[in-house]
């Protein structure tokens, strides 16, 4: 079973200073809007509506916070680039996120979500420049795999592959795989990943 089962909400923050206690594991869930990040996020969990906060208008600035059962939580960024989303707000939300992904003891890698069919924006390269000099490992989800043939998504999956390489020179900390919410697939693979970053079996408090 997939170590994201029964995930719980916690909480949700707008600052750096109502963070929770930097204490345990966590894995940052991030991606642009519109690629289908709130599914895969209620896909691999197996639950319908967990990420719905996250869609909640006015909440676009938050961290969503979710507890696993072995004490590890679950951190839903805000879909980036989004283009109704204020100056002010989207400048809020960089410092926000840039912040926590360059300081956060506890944060162990990203599940980093992008649309199958439109993979690595210069949006996603920003996000990997932001978090690659922490030396943690990212893990990409190319969502909606289903809308492309087979031999398509192999081949993007090949080509982001190749492209991420560069950052692979001290071992395998940034990978990637096809995912598909309508289909179910991927989350096995995926839970296989984050897995190995809370150590074999999961982490217990």
């Not at 909480?11 to 519109?34: H, M, Q, V």
């Not at 960089?94 to 162990?108: F, N, P, W």
Request: hydrophobic residues 40%.
């Amino acid at each position: 079973m997939s170590i994201f089962r029964h995930a719980r909400f916690e909480t949700s923050i707008a600052k750096p200073a109502a963070l929770p206690p930097d204490d345990g594991p966590e894995i940052a869930f991030a991606g642009r809007s519109n690629t289908g990040k709130s599914s895969a996020i209620n896909t691999l969990v197996g639950h319908t509506r967990l990420a719905y906060v996250s869609k909640t208008p006015g909440r676009t600035q938050l961290l969503n916070f979710f507890r696993l059962p072995c004490g590890a939580r679950l951190v839903d960024l805000p879909g980036y680039g989004y283009a109704a989303v204020p100056e002010k707000i989207r400048l809020q939300w960089q410092g926000l996120i840039e912040e926590y992904l360059k300081t956060r003891a506890s944060l162990v890698g990203i599940v980093l979500m992008m649309d199958a069919r439109h993979p690595l924006t210069p949006l996603d390269w920003q996000m990997i420049g932001w978090f690659a000099p922490t030396g943690r490992p990212i893990h990409v989800l190319l969502t909606k795999s289903d809308k492309l043939s087979r031999g398509a998504a192999v081949a993007t999956l090949n080509q982001v592959r190749a492209a991420l390489a560069r950052y692979n020179s001290s071992g395998e900390r940034f990978t990637a795989q096809l995912f598909s919410s309508l289909k179910k697939t991927g989350i096995e693979e995926c839970g296989r990943v984050a897995g190995g970053w809370l150590g074999e079996g999961g982490w217990e408090s």
